[in-house]
T-cell receptor
Framework: DAGVTQSPTHLIKTRGQQVTLRCSPK?????VSWYQQALGQGPQFIFQYYEEEERQRGNFPDRFSGHQFPNYSSELNVNALLLGDSALYLC????????????FGPGTRLTVL | EDKVVQSPLSLVVHEGDTVTLNCSYE??????LLWYKQEKKAPTFLFML????IEKKSGRLSSILDKKELFSILNITATQTGDSAVYLCATISNFGNEKLTFGTGTRLTIIP
């Protein structure tokens, strides 16, 4: 049983560019959450998707947007990249009705130059 | 706004020592507290605590929650070099739609 997978592993972009990160949830999970983890910090909640809708959003600007597909996989898009967007982006999946732990993917390391 | 504070920020001990990591929280309508271990990238789940006073154990790791004083501790006994990692504490609120609020983590280094 594959766990949560994310792609790509690493990404280097320049300021002003746009980026798309991808996540496939653990089998049987229907909810995907995205987190940003800056160096030396804990993960910060970006947003969560369930049934292809954004259920909740953290304190991130509109440059951060997302999507969930019918197969529950998800994308995170960031427009007009800033140096401060450099971070590890983590995807976590869960089953909404179970109220149990979220499983994290290995993350995408984004570097903005 | 929900808040999770971990201490110490970093800790260096010798193999075989026992360590205690602390996590305090201020959460509106608290539901659960979770501990994760992060070695390189993906945080891996350790414990979920919902009720006060119930100690969770997994081998050399144990954790307890105090809902009156709003804190949790994670104990690791007979530490090994493989325990070196960042330990993250996170909370879930009943209003949070499963959103995790994390602390900054404690970086634990075990010296052989």
């Amino acid at each position: 049983d594959a766990g949560v997978t994310q792609s790509p592993t690493h990404l280097i972009k320049t300021r002003g560019q746009q980026v798309t990160l991808r996540c496939s949830p653990k089998s049987g999970h229907d909810t995907v959450s995205w987190y940003q983890q800056a160096l030396g910090q804990g993960p910060q909640f970006i947003f969560q998707y369930y049934e292809e809708e954004e259920r909740q959003r953290g304190n991130f600007p509109d440059r951060f947007s997302g999507h969930q597909f019918p197969n529950y996989s998800s994308e995170l898009n960031v427009n007009a990249l800033l140096l401060g967007d450099s971070a590890l982006y983590l995807c976590a999946s869960s089953f909404l009705g179970a109220r149990n732990e979220q499983f994290f993917g290995p993350g995408t390391r984004l570097t903005v130059l | 706004e929900d808040k999770v504070v971990q201490s110490p920020l970093s800790l260096v001990v010798h193999e075989g020592d026992t360590v205690t990591l602390n996590c305090s929280y201020e959460v509106t309508n608290f539901r659960s507290l979770l501990w994760y271990k992060q070695e390189k990238k993906a945080p891996t789940f350790l414990f979920m605590l919902t009720s006060s006073g119930i100690e969770k154990k997994s081998g050399r790791l144990s954790s307890i929650l105090d809902k009156k004083e709003l804190f949790s501790i994670l104990n690791i006994t007979a530490t090994q070099t493989g325990d070196s990692a960042v330990y993250l504490c996170a909370t879930i609120s009943n209003f949070g739609n499963e959103k995790l609020t994390f602390g900054t983590g404690t970086r634990l280094t075990i010296i052989p």
